[in-house]
């Protein structure tokens, strides 16, 4: 099959070209905008009951606002605020208010608005929007704070604009300058050792091309699957999905170009050693492909939305990228020929490979001891994982310069941490019957009296008297954990252990979100994982023909998502001294060194069972097999490794975690897990590796390519 798809891009390469040129026109012109939202609260399930306060929420308190910014106001020499600063205040805020920014509702303060021991006041910033994330309202928010300065000039006050809005705008700002340079660091590298191995301009510039090219059709055709589905898709998807598309789009051009290079050393001509090289692997791209579709598509069975949505986004971008290296690469390269490697002519002999050819005699004569070494290193770095602690706060993972950051550090010098984002609870009748003041009063008591809330608002009725909502403002920040441990704890228990009788009681706000979130993050992983990796399993087996290789391939991937976890579990929790790493990085490590690492490993034993096909040796096999995948993997997985290694350089604490783990990751799945562990431990299963295949794996059919000369043993 991959052999009349290979023939038919080289046959017709222009028919071809135009066709994908064709689809990215029209992914451009015809697909609509992908939605997005930066509201975490819209990925969870209905049931969760920070979604179900929402839901009363817009019931009985439609008119009812939530400030989006708050400003805050302090005299510079941290002294009490007089009678006159208190008159610059209410000034400035009409000032402002007066200006009549797009999205602000309002700019109101109060006496009620400044801090029992008078250092700091506030002014609320209300929107038109019930979407804290509004561009728009970001805009506005950036030009308010622009016009506050002249207003505070010679009044011997600061101001600073903290909240969700704020602390929204913040965020987007600060990433903005890394999504850039991920961009280009990724060009850069891609381009580079492109340019390195290959001794030509040309291939170091086409694959670049082909994948921006596919990246247009990609990004298309999930725009159209989300419009039809009615899905949304989380602000870090687009980012998450550049990666993804020049990660494995640049592996899947690497393993078609190396075999290419392989075939046209043996002697063929170019067309003919392109057709042959899309027989030979493209069932392992194919299947690698497969193995990264099926685990991206496995997020459909969480519970999060965000991840709902991430995983038929990234399944259709591999799936396009995979068409793309089977048809459109072939198809470009033939046009080429030989010319493609101009002016290297390293292409027309036969490499020493001294460092891989080394690699492979090592794992062919000494399975048992690397084995031993690999994947004892692999389990002693994995039990670090263990004491892996998730993170919610993202406040603290950003610049601590950022006005919103600090503005936060300023109003606790006068209010409760959570003054800026109160938890919500409403108490609702069961029976749609009016409340009774004096028990919602006894229930308000009660709330006060836990340890940790800070202060707890009167009850404000709904338009029908049938619900109540009260403000709860925690001693804690919203999204640090003992808010977090507040709320689903103490918070929630005694929420629902003193309503009023014949009511319901309800904890919602952001630290209930998070709260929420967490405990669909652990049902995830619980579920995913395994259902993801018997997935893997069964794609294989089917490549593989065998019923026994799939098992420890897949426990060897397991042991790398182990060590690359506990690896960013000592460096960041034990040598840094961080409260916890962010709550989604065991996702992204799932997404990035366990799906896309896998194809290392189906390359290389793919190569294993091609040799074998052949009447290999099982030992002969291994060394030909490292000594031919090396080169490819380890390409393929520094430019992969250092795209993510530049998030290392970020000055948010959880982006160099992410830089951190999956580089690492990706490094030690492919030089310690594929090229040493994988091929060593099945030399020493032997033939009892390909059971029950009697014909060990056969060579591709329906072609007439000749088989690759095994290159000579390397030596220096």
């Not at 009812?64 to 209410?90: C, M, N, Y």
């Not at 011997?156 to 280009?184: H, K, Q, Y």
């Not at 001294?577 to 490993?601: H, K, Q, R």
């Amino acid at each position: 099959m991959f052999g009349r798809i290979g023939r038919f891009a080289v046959d017709r390469p222009w028919l071809t070209i135009i066709a994908w040129l064709i689809a990215a026109v029209a992914a451009v012109a015809l697909a609509p905008q992908l939605r997005s939202t930066n509201d975490q609260a819209d990925f969870l399930p209905s049931h969760y009951e920070s979604v179900r306060v929402t839901e009363v929420q817009q019931r009985a308190f439609p008119m009812t606002e939530q400030p989006s910014a708050i400003a805050v106001f302090q005299r510079a020499d941290g002294d009490r605020l007089s009678p006159d600063d208190l008159a610059e205040v209410a000034r400035i805020a009409e000032a402002l208010q007066a200006e009549g920014y797009d999205k602000v509702k309002s700019v109101l303060t109060s006496p009620e608005a400044v801090s029992p021991n008078g250092k700091v006041a506030l002014a609320s910033v209300f929107a038109t929007t019930k979407n804290h994330y509004d561009q728009k309202l970001f805009e506005s928010v950036k030009q308010l704070r622009a016009d506050a300065g002249p207003l505070l000039a010679k009044t011997g006050l600061t101001m600073g604009v903290t909240g969700p809005t704020a602390s929204g705008l913040d965020n987007l700002e600060s990433s903005g300058d890394t999504d850039a340079m991920i961009m280009l660091a990724t060009l850069v590298l891609i381009v580079v050792l492109l340019l390195v191995i290959f001794r030509s301009p040309l291939i170091a510039l086409l694959p670049v091309l082909l994948i921006l090219l596919v990246f247009v059709v990609a990004t298309g055709l999930i725009a159209t699957a989300a419009e039809l589905g009615g899905l949304q898709a989380d602000n870090s998807v687009s980012a998450i999905l550049i990666v993804v598309l020049f990660g494995v789009g640049t592996d899947y051009i690497l393993f078609l170009l190396f075999r290419y290079r392989e075939q046209l050393r043996a002697g063929q001509e170019p067309k003919k050693a392109m057709i042959d090289a899309v027989t030979r692997v493209g069932e392992t791209i194919a299947s690698a492909a497969g193995a990264v579709i099926v685990a991206f598509l496995a997020l459909v069975l969480s519970t999060m939305g965000m991840l709902r949505a991430m995983g038929p986004s990234l399944a259709i971008a591999v799936a396009v990228t995979l068409l793309a290296s089977l048809t459109l690469v072939p198809a470009v390269f033939s046009l080429l020929g030989a010319k493609a490697f101009w002016p290297s002519k390293a292409w027309k002999k036969q490499p020493k490979s001294v460092v891989a050819g080394r690699l492979g005699t090592l794992v062919s004569r000494r399975p048992r001891l690397l084995a031993g070494l690999s994947g004892g290193l692999l389990a002693v770095m994995s039990v670090a994982a263990f004491g892996f602690s998730a993170e919610f706060d993202s406040e603290s993972s950003l610049p601590q310069d950022l006005e919103s950051v600090q503005a936060s550090k300023d109003l606790r010098n006068g209010f409760s941490a959570g003054q800026t984002d109160p938890s919500l609870v409403v108490v609702a009748s069961e029976d749609g019957s009016r409340l009774d003041p004096a028990g919602l009063e006894a229930f308000r008591e009660k709330l006060s009296g836990i340890e940790g809330v800070g202060d707890v608002s009167p009850a404000m009725l709904g338009t029908a008297g049938d619900a109540a909502q009260f403000s709860v403002v925690l001693e804690f920040r919203p999204a640090e954990e003992a808010a977090i441990d507040l709320v689903s704890g103490d918070l929630r228990e005694t929420a629902h252990r003193a309503a009023p009788e014949g009511t319901e009681a309800l904890v919602g706000g952001t630290s209930a979100v998070l709260a929420d979130i967490r405990t669909a993050v652990n049902h995830d992983y619980s579920l995913v994982f395994p259902i993801a990796g018997v997935a893997i399993m069964v794609i294989l087996g089917l490549l593989l023909r065998s019923a026994v290789a799939p098992w420890y391939l897949i426990a060897a991937v397991g042991l790398g998502f182990g060590a690359t976890l506990g690896s960013a579990v000592l460096l960041f929790q034990q040598v840094k001294g961080e409260n916890g790493l962010m709550f989604a990085l065991p996702v992204f490590v799932y997404l990035f060194v366990v799906a896309i690492g896998t194809d290392y490993n189906i390359l290389v034993v793919a190569r294993l069972r091609e040799e074998i096909a052949r009447g290999r040796t099982q030992q002969e096999a291994v060394r030909l097999a490292v000594t031919h995948s090396a080169p490819t993997i380890g390409a393929a997985a520094v430019i992969l490794a250092g795209t993510f290694g530049v998030l290392m350089l970020a000055a948010n604490s959880m982006l160099q975690q992410l830089g951190f783990a999956v580089s690492f990751g990706i490094l030690i799945t492919a030089f310690v897990m594929a090229l040493v562990l994988v091929p060593a431990v099945t030399s020493l299963f032997g033939e009892r590796a390909w059971w029950p295949a009697r014909d060990r794996g056969r060579p591709a059919e329906d072609d007439d390519a000749e088989p690759a000369p095994a290159p000579e043993p390397a030596t220096t």
